[in-house]
Protein backbone atom coordinates (compact mmCIF):
# COMPACT_ATOMS: atom_id res chain seq x y z
CA UNK A 1 0.00 0.00 0.00
CA UNK A 2 1.12 3.45 -0.60
CA UNK A 3 2.17 5.93 2.19
CA UNK A 4 2.67 9.32 1.35
CA UNK A 5 4.53 11.03 4.55
CA UNK A 6 4.50 15.11 4.65
CA UNK A 7 7.99 17.36 5.98
CA UNK A 8 7.91 19.38 7.72
CA UNK A 9 5.08 18.73 10.02
CA UNK A 10 5.05 22.78 10.97
CA UNK A 11 6.66 25.09 8.95
CA UNK A 12 7.07 28.82 10.26
CA UNK A 13 7.97 31.09 8.30
CA UNK A 14 7.10 35.04 7.53
CA UNK A 15 5.17 36.95 5.07
CA UNK A 16 7.37 37.51 1.99
CA UNK A 17 9.13 34.20 3.16
CA UNK A 18 9.29 31.08 0.33
CA UNK A 19 7.85 27.42 1.59
CA UNK A 20 9.04 24.55 0.61
CA UNK A 21 6.62 21.33 1.39
CA UNK A 22 7.61 18.16 0.63
CA UNK A 23 5.67 14.66 0.10
CA UNK A 24 7.20 11.46 -0.17
CA UNK A 25 5.57 8.31 -1.42
CA UNK A 26 6.64 4.78 0.05
CA UNK A 27 6.61 3.63 -3.40
CA UNK A 28 7.35 5.41 -7.47
CA UNK A 29 3.52 6.57 -7.88
CA UNK A 30 2.52 8.40 -11.40
CA UNK A 31 2.86 12.14 -10.98
CA UNK A 32 -0.29 12.54 -12.31
CA UNK A 33 -1.86 11.06 -9.28
CA UNK A 34 -0.90 13.65 -7.41
CA UNK A 35 -2.85 16.58 -6.04
CA UNK A 36 -2.20 19.25 -3.63
CA UNK A 37 -5.32 20.96 -1.15
CA UNK A 38 -5.00 23.38 1.63
CA UNK A 39 -7.04 23.67 4.27
CA UNK A 40 -7.85 26.27 6.52
CA UNK A 41 -9.61 26.09 10.22
CA UNK A 42 -13.17 25.71 9.92
CA UNK A 43 -13.23 25.48 6.40
CA UNK A 44 -13.49 22.43 3.69
CA UNK A 45 -9.86 21.63 1.88
CA UNK A 46 -9.12 23.33 -1.74
CA UNK A 47 -7.48 22.25 -4.67
CA UNK A 48 -4.10 23.61 -5.43
CA UNK A 49 -2.16 21.28 -7.66
CA UNK A 50 -3.16 18.47 -9.56
CA UNK A 51 -1.37 16.01 -11.48
CA UNK A 52 1.97 17.12 -9.47
CA UNK A 53 2.03 20.65 -11.24
CA UNK A 54 -0.72 21.79 -13.30
CA UNK A 55 -2.00 24.90 -10.90
CA UNK A 56 -6.19 24.76 -10.18
CA UNK A 57 -7.97 27.58 -11.50
CA UNK A 58 -7.91 30.51 -9.65
CA UNK A 59 -4.64 29.56 -7.65
CA UNK A 60 -2.16 32.19 -8.11
CA UNK A 61 1.13 31.66 -9.79
CA UNK A 62 3.46 32.05 -6.23
CA UNK A 63 2.00 28.40 -5.90
CA UNK A 64 3.65 25.50 -7.64
CA UNK A 65 4.07 21.75 -7.82
CA UNK A 66 6.69 19.64 -8.71
CA UNK A 67 8.37 16.21 -8.33
CA UNK A 68 8.20 12.59 -9.73
CA UNK A 69 8.14 9.11 -8.82
CA UNK A 70 8.83 9.77 -5.13
CA UNK A 71 9.36 13.13 -4.15
CA UNK A 72 7.16 15.75 -4.54
CA UNK A 73 7.25 19.41 -3.68
CA UNK A 74 4.93 22.80 -3.27
CA UNK A 75 6.26 25.83 -3.53
CA UNK A 76 4.86 29.17 -2.14
CA UNK A 77 7.06 31.33 -3.54
CA UNK A 78 6.22 34.67 -1.42
CA UNK A 79 4.01 33.69 1.65
CA UNK A 80 1.05 35.87 2.03
CA UNK A 81 -0.41 36.37 5.24
CA UNK A 82 -3.89 34.33 3.86
CA UNK A 83 -1.34 30.98 2.80
CA UNK A 84 -0.97 30.44 6.39
CA UNK A 85 -2.90 26.70 6.63
CA UNK A 86 -2.09 23.14 6.38
CA UNK A 87 -1.23 21.56 3.22
CA UNK A 88 -2.02 17.90 2.19
CA UNK A 89 -0.73 15.66 -0.21
CA UNK A 90 -2.90 13.55 -1.87
CA UNK A 91 -2.42 10.70 -4.31
CA UNK A 92 -5.39 8.68 -6.44
CA UNK A 93 -5.00 5.51 -8.69
CA UNK A 94 -2.45 3.28 -6.94
CA UNK A 95 -3.25 1.18 -4.04
CA UNK A 96 -5.17 1.43 -1.89
CA UNK A 97 -7.42 3.81 -4.49
CA UNK A 98 -6.66 6.91 -2.39
CA UNK A 99 -4.37 8.01 0.15
CA UNK A 100 -3.96 11.19 2.13
CA UNK A 101 -0.40 12.88 3.99
CA UNK A 102 -0.35 14.03 7.15
CA UNK A 103 -0.17 17.40 6.21
CA UNK A 104 1.73 20.28 6.87
CA UNK A 105 1.20 23.04 9.03
CA UNK A 106 2.77 26.33 7.73
CA UNK A 107 2.03 29.16 10.50
CA UNK A 108 3.56 32.58 11.03
CA UNK A 109 6.44 33.04 12.52
CA UNK B 1 -19.66 24.64 -11.47
CA UNK B 2 -20.59 21.84 -9.08
CA UNK B 3 -21.95 23.28 -5.98
CA UNK B 4 -22.10 20.88 -2.96
CA UNK B 5 -24.41 21.74 0.14
CA UNK B 6 -24.41 19.08 2.93
CA UNK B 7 -26.85 18.33 5.89
CA UNK B 8 -26.13 19.73 9.30
CA UNK B 9 -24.96 18.33 12.40
CA UNK B 10 -25.95 15.07 13.88
CA UNK B 11 -25.54 13.94 17.55
CA UNK B 12 -25.49 9.86 17.54
CA UNK B 13 -25.18 7.13 20.27
CA UNK B 14 -22.48 4.04 20.08
CA UNK B 15 -23.53 1.53 18.13
CA UNK B 16 -25.86 3.70 15.69
CA UNK B 17 -26.18 4.52 12.54
CA UNK B 18 -25.87 8.28 10.90
CA UNK B 19 -26.63 9.06 6.99
CA UNK B 20 -25.54 12.14 5.69
CA UNK B 21 -26.71 13.68 2.32
CA UNK B 22 -25.05 15.75 -0.36
CA UNK B 23 -27.32 17.71 -2.65
CA UNK B 24 -25.84 18.71 -5.84
CA UNK B 25 -26.23 21.71 -8.20
CA UNK B 26 -24.85 22.34 -11.70
CA UNK B 27 -24.44 18.90 -12.79
CA UNK B 28 -26.64 15.99 -12.34
CA UNK B 29 -25.54 13.21 -10.25
CA UNK B 30 -25.03 11.47 -13.12
CA UNK B 31 -22.11 13.18 -14.80
CA UNK B 32 -20.36 13.21 -11.10
CA UNK B 33 -18.19 10.76 -9.28
CA UNK B 34 -19.30 11.22 -5.57
CA UNK B 35 -16.49 10.76 -3.04
CA UNK B 36 -16.63 10.71 0.64
CA UNK B 37 -13.35 12.48 2.96
CA UNK B 38 -13.68 12.45 6.79
CA UNK B 39 -11.71 14.34 9.54
CA UNK B 40 -11.46 14.01 12.56
CA UNK B 41 -11.07 16.52 15.66
CA UNK B 42 -7.21 18.14 14.65
CA UNK B 43 -6.38 15.16 12.43
CA UNK B 44 -5.78 15.05 8.86
CA UNK B 45 -8.22 13.45 5.93
CA UNK B 46 -9.29 10.78 5.40
CA UNK B 47 -10.75 8.71 2.48
CA UNK B 48 -13.89 6.80 3.37
CA UNK B 49 -14.84 5.68 -0.91
CA UNK B 50 -16.51 6.80 -3.92
CA UNK B 51 -17.46 6.28 -7.32
CA UNK B 52 -14.23 5.67 -9.71
CA UNK B 53 -15.39 6.08 -13.32
CA UNK B 54 -12.94 3.82 -14.64
CA UNK B 55 -14.13 0.46 -12.85
CA UNK B 56 -17.79 1.93 -12.77
CA UNK B 57 -18.74 1.29 -9.44
CA UNK B 58 -18.06 2.57 -5.86
CA UNK B 59 -15.17 1.67 -4.24
CA UNK B 60 -14.60 1.91 -0.03
CA UNK B 61 -11.72 2.00 1.85
CA UNK B 62 -11.03 -1.13 3.00
CA UNK B 63 -10.95 0.62 7.01
CA UNK B 64 -14.62 1.06 6.71
CA UNK B 65 -16.37 -1.80 4.25
CA UNK B 66 -18.93 -3.35 6.04
CA UNK B 67 -20.04 -0.43 8.01
CA UNK B 68 -20.62 2.37 5.13
CA UNK B 69 -22.72 2.35 2.32
CA UNK B 70 -22.70 5.75 0.28
CA UNK B 71 -26.26 5.53 -2.34
CA UNK B 72 -27.37 8.01 -4.51
CA UNK B 73 -30.96 9.25 -5.42
CA UNK B 74 -30.95 10.33 -9.16
CA UNK B 75 -34.10 12.31 -8.79
CA UNK B 76 -33.46 14.75 -5.99
CA UNK B 77 -29.47 14.76 -7.18
CA UNK B 78 -28.57 13.68 -3.67
CA UNK B 79 -25.71 11.47 -2.89
CA UNK B 80 -25.92 9.86 0.62
CA UNK B 81 -23.09 8.41 2.84
CA UNK B 82 -24.18 6.27 5.96
CA UNK B 83 -22.10 4.52 8.43
CA UNK B 84 -23.46 2.21 11.09
CA UNK B 85 -22.28 0.86 14.17
CA UNK B 86 -20.97 4.03 15.19
CA UNK B 87 -18.16 4.77 18.03
CA UNK B 88 -16.62 7.69 19.29
CA UNK B 89 -13.56 7.31 16.53
CA UNK B 90 -16.29 7.86 14.07
CA UNK B 91 -16.56 11.86 15.89
CA UNK B 92 -15.11 13.57 12.84
CA UNK B 93 -16.74 16.29 10.02
CA UNK B 94 -17.59 14.38 7.26
CA UNK B 95 -17.36 16.30 3.32
CA UNK B 96 -18.54 15.06 0.15
CA UNK B 97 -16.28 15.88 -3.17
CA UNK B 98 -16.23 14.73 -6.66
CA UNK B 99 -13.39 13.43 -8.39
CA UNK B 100 -12.71 15.10 -11.59
CA UNK B 101 -9.90 13.22 -14.15
CA UNK B 102 -8.74 13.92 -17.36
CA UNK B 103 -6.32 12.29 -19.76
CA UNK B 104 -2.38 13.65 -20.27
CA UNK B 105 -0.60 13.46 -23.34
CA UNK B 106 0.95 10.07 -21.81
CA UNK B 107 -2.66 8.77 -21.57
CA UNK B 108 -2.23 8.91 -17.63
CA UNK B 109 -5.56 9.75 -15.71
CA UNK B 110 -4.96 12.96 -13.62
CA UNK B 111 -7.49 12.70 -10.62
CA UNK B 112 -8.30 15.53 -8.06
CA UNK B 113 -10.98 15.91 -5.98
CA UNK B 114 -12.73 19.73 -6.70
CA UNK B 115 -15.15 20.99 -5.22
CA UNK B 116 -16.19 19.66 -1.97
CA UNK B 117 -19.02 20.35 -0.02
CA UNK B 118 -18.98 22.52 3.58
CA UNK B 119 -18.93 19.23 5.70
CA UNK B 120 -21.15 17.70 8.11
CA UNK B 121 -20.32 17.47 11.60
CA UNK B 122 -21.07 14.08 13.23
CA UNK B 123 -19.85 13.83 16.99
CA UNK B 124 -20.64 10.02 18.55
CA UNK B 125 -21.35 10.32 22.53
CA UNK B 126 -23.49 8.35 24.93
Known amino acids: DIVLTQSPGTLSLSPGERATLSCRAS???????LAWYQQKPGQAPRLLIF???SRATGIPDRFSGSGSGTDFTLTISRLEPEDFAVYYC??????????FGPGTKVDIK | QVQMVQSGAEVKKPGASVKVSCKIS????????MHWVRQAPGKGLEWMGG????????IYAQKFQGRVTMTEDTSTNTAYMELSSLRSEDTAVYYC???????????????????WGQGTLVTVSS
Open chain 2, 51 to 58: FDPEDREI
Open chain 1, 51 to 53: GAS
Open chain 2, 26 to 33: GHTLIEVS
Open chain 1, 90 to 99: QQYGSSPLVT
Open chain 2, 97 to 115: TTLKYYYDSSADRENWFDP
Open chain 1, 27 to 33: QSISSSY
